[in-house]
């Protein structure tokens, strides 16, 4: 993977090199009469391999009369911030749109408005600033640790809100466009609410206040079957993804696992239409690829006959990631035909009382005859993914987890024998961050010490074996994204503390009179909490019920026909 650091000191000959390197499919149109512009708060390369990010690109040039441009982080701003398009400053903009995919750039954020001058916080800004605007899927899991910045916020998916919000911004200001936008589902106007703290209990939420013509809850707004498909409108070598145009196989997913954010607040699972899918294959260009995305590609009915179609037409195509319990000898036979030679399995644990746990129990005997069908295919390099501290995480846990990557280590090698070489196998672990809208939203985020051993047991357990790679993810990065995936706006004023005064978020919260693990601790279940701000569909009831069999070590089944049972099928 290349990470395309805008690191020239010359911006603009940087940006002329990646505007020569796009293919695009947008219009702009030419009478359009108000300008936005689109910052993804990193670097360009990851902006564009992102799909959220380009398809709210596109959606707001679709609107007819607001043109949009791009901008991403730059590691020289001293000259401030400039849109890719037309090299124009930020500020000078109508409308500032803000894609957020990743808490750990909320820094990246602070220092985008400061290299332009523009004051932090909406409350600091007056009418000669453009409106400041966010959306993206973590604007609307937790949007507090952010919310002061903004002076609106999309909560949900763009394809559902943009057309209401496009119908309000014409010849308005900024101020009766916040009072107007506050009536349309799915939009968040964070400086008409107010959240008290406890005084004795810090980051104890007691109240959230609103004033009088604000919803007291921001209903989530999704796309409707027909409409939620979107496919790369920009492709481009320097993206992360390189060439690859991202189509959407599917938006949600009905597994319910119990860690994954996305696989709640995208609930229902909707299939992309093939006719959209085919048609995106068709008009692909002759350099790019397809690249099937969705929580669990695998798992939608017609991914053969996609996977089929792309191949028919000549195109070859990669996969996101990979359910390994769907992997049969005829979607195997089509992932090997186009040439996929690395396969990306998230297996989480192999302990089985923590399978139960996370809701994903797949037995390691199932997992290991699927690598074996994987290598026997001659698809030679596997990559898994694990988590570590999960909650009631013990040795033997790990111990399990250990045993079942020996044992796919072993398989793998004699697997192998039959394609004459032995590819990569890589077991990467990741520690377990609780989020927002999961049913184990309640659980804390292990103590750093405590995942700095379990990391060292499971390397010092696995890093002699041959033919195996290990990665341990950062644990720093872990705890920054735990810090602000369940934050509130005390988060907020931490996260700038930290930012202005270039210093931890540790120290930031010392200085502040808080102690940071109160901010990753494990919340009371009858607690109000700071997303309680948003309706998800998804009720906090479910959640808890789903919380409760999970720490009993239940599984629940997926979504089915008929079911009603988590409140977003009504
Ligand atoms: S109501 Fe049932 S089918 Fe609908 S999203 Fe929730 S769990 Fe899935």
């Known amino acids: 993977m290349t990470r395309n650091r805008n690191s020239s000191n ?54 007819g009369f607001i043109s949009c441009d791009r901008a991403f982080l730059q590691d020289d701003a001293s000259k401030g911030i400039i849109s890719i398009e037309t090299r124009q400053r930020l500020a000078s903009y109508d409308f500032i749109f803000f894609s957020l995919s990743y808490e750990n750039d909320f820094p990246n954020i ?20 453009p409106l400041i605007m966010a959306g993206g899927v973590i604007a609307f899991l937790n949007p507090e640790p952010v919310a002061p910045i903004f002076d609106l916020m999309f909560i949900g998916e763009a394809e559902a809100i943009f057309p209401d919000f496009f119908k309000i911004v014409e010849n308005k200001n900024k101020y009766e466009i916040l009072e107007t936008a506050a009536k349309i589902d799915g939009i968040y106007v964070p ?37 939620a498909f979107s496919s790369s409108v920009i492709t481009t070598k320097f993206s ?23 696989g709640f607040i995208y609930l229902p699972l909707r299939e992309s239409k093939s006719c959209n899918v085919f048609k995106a294959i068709e008009s692909l260009s002759e350099n790019d690829k397809a690249g099937f995305v969705g929580l669990g590609t695998m798992d939608s009915k017609n991914i053969n006959k996609i996977m089929q179609f792309s191949l028919d037409s000549k195109k070859p195509f990669s996969l996101s990631s990979i359910r390994f319990d769907c992997l049969d000898e005829n979607n195997l036979d089509l992932i090997k035909e186009t040439g996929i030679k690395t396969v990306t399995l998230g297996i989480e644990t192999g302990s089985s009382r923590l399978k139960k746990m996370i809701n994903k129990d797949i037995g390691n005997d199932e997992i290991t005859a699927v690598l074996k069908n994987i290598i026997k295919k001659g698809i030679v390099n596997i990559k898994l993914y694990f988590m570590f501290g ?32 032995i590819g990569l196998l890589t077991a990467s672990f990741g520690p377990f961050v609780p989020k927002a809208w999961t049913p184990l939203q309640w ?9 700095r051993r379990k990391a060292d047991y499971l390397t010092d357990n696995l890093k002699r074996l041959p033919n195996l790679n290990v990665n341990i993810n950062p644990l720093n990065a872990a705890f920054t994204e735990a810090f602000f995936a369940r934050g509130s706006r005390i988060s907020n004023e931490i996260l700038i503390y930290s930012f202005m005064n270039k210093t931890g978020l540790k120290n930031a919260a010392a200085d502040k009179g808080y102690d940071i693990n109160d901010f990753i601790r494990k919340f009371g279940e009858d607690e109000l909490l700071p997303w309680d701000i948003i309706d998800q569909g998804v ?30 099928c009504r």
């Open 443 to 451: 659980e804390n985020f292990e103590d750093l010490t405590v995942l």
């Open 240 to 262: 992360e993804l390189s060439n690859i145009n991202m189509i959407e196989i599917e938006r949600g997913c009905k597994r319910g696992c119990r860690f994954c954010s996305a």
């Open 110 to 129: 602070l220092s985008i408005l400061t290299a332009e001058k523009i004051p932090l916080l909406s409350k600091d800004r007056g009418k000669s600033f």
């Open 539 to 568: 009720t906090k009831k479910y959640l808890l019920e789903e919380y409760l069999r999970g720490v009993n070590f239940k599984t629940t089944p997926q979504c089915f026909e008929g079911c009603k049972r988590c409140g977003v």
């Open 390 to 421: 999960l909650p009631y995480e013990e040795r033997e846990d790990l111990d399990e987890t250990i045993n079942l990557i020996k044992t796919m280590r072993k398989e793998f090698v004699e697997s192998s024998k039959i394609n004459k070489r």
């Open 191 to 227: 400086s008409a609410y107010n959240f008290i703290f406890d005084k004795k209990r810090p980051n104890v939420l007691n109240k959230i206040e609103h004033l009088s013509g604000f919803p007291k809850k921001i209903r989530r707004k999704c796309a409707d079957k027909d409409s």
């Open 10 to 63: 010359n911006i603009h000959k940087l940006y002329d090199l990646y505007l020569e390197s796009e293919r695009s499919r947008l219009i702009k149109h030419a009478d359009a009469y108000l300008k936005a512009v689109m910052v993804f708060p990193n670097y360009y390369g990851v902006a564009m391999s992102n799909l959220g990010f380009l398809r709210a690109y596109e959606l707001i040039n679709e609107s």
